[in-house]
């Protein structure tokens, strides 16, 4: 659980800095990072992201194996 707030944490530091900078290439690494980070908080803790990603979702397959 420390470990997805953790990385939960770093991608919204990444968001900050891709709001806060005037490069596009640097404002594209920042926000693929983000979604890095994010994607690794639900892996490390998926039941704390799927619960409110989706109210009315009733699928119980993990949301990795949805995306496919």
């Given at each position: 659980m420390t470990t997805a707030k953790c990385l939960k944490?770093?991608?919204?530091?990444?968001?900050?800095?891709?709001?806060a900078t005037y490069d596009e290439e640097s404002r594209e690494?920042?926000?693929?990072l983000e979604q890095l980070y994010l994607a690794l908080a639900e892996a490390e803790d998926p039941t704390s992201i799927e619960a409110g990603a989706f109210p009315g979702d009733t699928n119980t397959e993990?949301?990795?194996?949805r995306l496919n």
């Open positions: 944490r770093q991608a919204a530091t990444c968001a900050a800095l891709a709001d690494r920042y926000l693929r993990p949301a990795a194996h």
